[in-house]
């Protein structure tokens, strides 16, 4: 019982000791999406421009690796409709409407590991790993955007939610299409 406290304890502290720009423990554990909770908006900031960076990287090298031309269309449409949403949400907390950190720059440790084991690959085992990371990455920004766009917080962050979550439903779709 000791053990629990302490741990949840140190928990707690760790989690008040993050910088801004980190999510919460709930939301990087998983805890939050498997009980169907909204994410805390700067979660929600952070974790939409992680996806959309990640999106937008890892489909560049698919246009230059990947040996299958399906998966290189998919990949343009994921640039060009990830580039504008990330232009958006910048926009979104730009305007200060919400006191929010700005949307990181640069990927976090656990996306970059993501990309960094796609830059080691090239043409059918590349494909492979591409595909199936999109289903799984459009999954969690669907899981996200349905999330925050039901009980979100911040109203214009809630719309943008609500307005994108079609298009990221359809880009599970593409990428689900894609390993068939």
Do not use: C, W
């Not at 989690?15 to 939301?27: N, R, V």
């Not at 937008?56 to 990947?66: F, G, W, Y």
């Not at 990330?86 to 730009?94: C, F, G, N, W, Y």
């Amino acid at each position: 019982m000791k053990i629990a406290l302490l741990a949840s304890t140190a928990l707690l502290a760790m989690a008040a000791a993050a910088p801004s720009l980190a999510q919460s423990i709930p939301e990087k554990t998983g805890v939050n999406q498997a009980l169907a909770i909204a994410p805390k908006t700067q979660d929600f900031v952070t974790l939409a421009a992680q996806s959309d960076m990640l999106e937008i990287q890892s489909s560049k090298l698919a246009l230059q690796k990947s040996d299958n031309d399906k998966t290189k269309t998919f990949a343009q449409k994921m640039i060009d409709d990830h580039t504008k949403t990330s232009t958006e949400l910048k926009d979104l907390v730009a305007s200060g409407k919400a006191k929010l950190s700005p949307p990181p720059a640069s990927l976090d440790k656990s996306h970059q590991a993501k990309l960094d084991k796609l830059t080691k690959l090239q043409g059918k085992d590349f494909t492979k790993q591409y595909d199936d990371m999109q289903v799984s990455a459009h999954k969690d920004a669907v899981s996200l955007f349905e999330r925050y766009g039901k009980d979100g917080d911040d109203p214009d962050l809630k719309a943008f939610a609500g307005k994108t979550l079609p298009k990221l439903q359809e880009h599970l779709k593409m990428a689900q299409d894609l390993e068939k």
